[in-house]
């Protein structure tokens, strides 16, 4: 998960300010500006499943279905030689999920 920050114009208090704009593997997945703290959640979900399917396209069938089942729980128990960095793959699974629960 990147977090990078832009002067973005916010679209609740319609100000110009800096916004924390937080990626989940190349997608923006949130939007927080820094002026008066509204949070956008962007449902990245559908885009970066496919991504994340050709990020670990050796992986069998098997584990595309728990990553759809559960995927914190997947990504603590992927190999780490599968994931160069395992922290920040469960970090990314964190935020996509929860930008798909707030559908
Ligand atoms: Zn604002």
């Given at each position: 998960?990147?977090?990078?920050?832009?002067?973005?114009?916010?679209?609740?208090?319609?100000?110009?300010?800096?916004?924390?704009?937080?990626?989940?593997?190349?997608?923006?997945?949130?939007?927080?500006?820094?002026?008066?703290?509204?949070?956008?959640?962007?449902?990245?979900?559908?885009?970066?499943?496919?991504?994340?399917?050709?990020?670990?396209?050796?992986k069998?069938?098997?584990l595309?279905?728990r990553l759809?089942?559960d995927p914190g729980e997947l990504a603590s128990s992927l190999p780490k030689?599968t994931l160069?960095?395992p922290?920040?793959m469960a970090?990314?699974f964190?935020?996509?999920?929860?930008?798909?629960?707030?559908?």
């Amino acid at each position: 998960m990147n977090v990078e920050e832009s002067f973005l114009r916010c679209t609740a208090c319609d100000q110009e300010a800096e916004h924390v704009v937080v990626y989940a593997g190349r997608f923006v997945s949130q939007i927080q500006c820094t002026g008066c703290g509204a949070v956008t959640r962007l449902d990245v979900s559908e885009a970066y499943l496919p991504d994340l399917r050709q990020r670990i396209s050796s992986k069998p069938r098997r584990l595309m279905r728990r990553l759809r089942r559960d995927p914190g729980e997947l990504a603590s128990s992927l190999p780490k030689s599968t994931l160069s960095k395992p922290g920040r793959m469960a970090e990314e699974f964190r935020t996509v999920w929860r930008s798909r629960r707030g559908r």
